[in-house]
Structures are given as structure tokens and as C-alpha cells.
């Protein structure tokens, strides 16, 4: 079993920068890929980026590349997502996942265990 919490959210102006943590527990993270996932008010939940185990590779939504940074630090079992940029669309509870497995996906269906989310807020 995995747990994982993720915190670092919060109000931020339209401009700003936020820097979202997922902790693990349970059991290393470091042989699993890791994800973010966003949901907005009445609307679906949609992937936001990925890393690999080793975080040698990533993959962004187009609409958060240039923005929004995926990280880990395996040795403190943490994932990160650097928030650079933000727009008021950024606004939605941000959720951290894994598939439990190392792959790059963006479909919500291939992720296992999943946290409860941390709001985020951008204001214009």
C-alpha cells in the first residue's frame, strides 16, 4: 500500500508561483513513475505531468509546459511540482498519483493509489 499526501497549496495572484509536495508512505516510491492530476469545479479531472522512477524523463499537459516544473527527490520519497506563471484556469484541487509501475501516462484509469488533493487558487 501506498499513502499520499500532498501539500503547498494555496491563494496565489495571477503571475505567481506555487510549489505543490506529494509524500509518500508506505513503501519507496523510487521504482514507481508519479503523477499530477488537477480538477477544476464541474469539470473533469485532467493530467498535468509525469516523471519517471529515476526523473530522467517527463511529460507536461501542453497547456503547462513552460510553466509548471515536475520533480522528485527519491532519497525523502517526495514528488514536486513547481508552479511558475499561474493563471486564473490554473484554479483546481491538485491531486498526486502513481500507477504503481514506471510509465508515463496520462489517462487517470492507469493510476492506483491516489492523495486527497490540495486546493489551488489563482486570483486575477
Known amino acids: 500500500q501506498v499513502q499520499l499526501v500532498e501539500s503547498g497549496g494555496g491563494s496565489v495572484q495571477a503571475g505567481g508561483s506555487l510549489r505543490l509536495s506529494c509524500a509518500a508512505s508506505?513503501?519507496?516510491?523510487?521504482?514507481?513513475?508519479m503523477g499530477w492530476f488537477r480538477q477544476a469545479p464541474g469539470k473533469e479531472r485532467e493530467f498535468v505531468a509525469a516523471i519517471t522512477w529515476s526523473g530522467s524523463n517527463t511529460y507536461n499537459q501542453d497547456s503547462v509546459k513552460g510553466r509548471f516544473i515536475i520533480s522528485r527527490d527519491n532519497a525523502k520519497n517526495t514528488v514536486y511540482l513547481q508552479m511558475n506563471s499561474l493563471k486564473p484556469e490554473d484554479t483546481a484541487i491538485y491531486y498526486c498519483?502513481?500507477?504503481?509501475?514506471?510509465?508515463?501516462?496520462?489517462?487517470?484509469?492507469?493510476?492506483?493509489?491516489w492523495g486527497q488533493g490540495t486546493q489551488v487558487t489563482v486570483s486575477s
Open positions: 498519483a502513481t500507477p504503481a509501475r514506471d510509465v508515463l501516462r496520462t489517462s487517470t484509469s492507469v493510476y492506483k493509489y
Open positions: 508506505g513503501r519507496t516510491l523510487s521504482t514507481y513513475a
